[in-house]
């Protein structure tokens, strides 16, 4: 069965840190372009980072020099490392690994940045 989970979210107060990771299943990571996106209430859903096959890596200007978004191919999982985190920062983070045609999310976790 072809899965995506993405686990890592929580409560954590400004400038603090959280690692969020995408772990796939019934697919190889490495094969396809994974990219990070977050929805907040009311808002729609925005890229936020992405790393190529070819461990290309992208950011939005918001959380440039912030976050960190890395693959490890032996665990078949991408990770996105959030640092100096801000109220602004939460949201629903999804992950999306996409080979075309192929295109797989996840289900999302949620991630609070409030004091």
């Known amino acids: 069965q072809v899965q995506l989970v993405e686990s890592g979210g929580g409560l954590v107060q400004p400038g603090g840190s959280l690692r969020l990771s995408c772990a796939a299943s019934?697919?190889?990571?490495?094969?396809?372009?994974i990219g990070w996106f977050r929805q907040a209430p009311g808002k729609e859903r925005e890229g936020v980072s992405y790393?190529?096959?070819?461990?290309?890596?992208f950011y939005a200007d918001s959380v440039k020099g912030r976050f960190t978004i890395s693959r490890d191919n032996a665990k078949n999982t991408v990770y996105l490392q959030m640092n100096s985190l801000k109220p602004e920062d939460t949201a629903v983070y999804y992950c999306?690994?996409?080979?075309?045609?192929?295109?797989?999310w996840g289900q999302g976790t949620q991630v609070t940045v409030s004091s």
């Open positions: 790393i190529s096959r070819r461990d290309n890596t």
């Open positions: 019934g697919f190889t990571l490495d094969y396809y372009g």
């Open positions: 999306n690994a996409k080979s075309s045609p192929y295109t797989y």
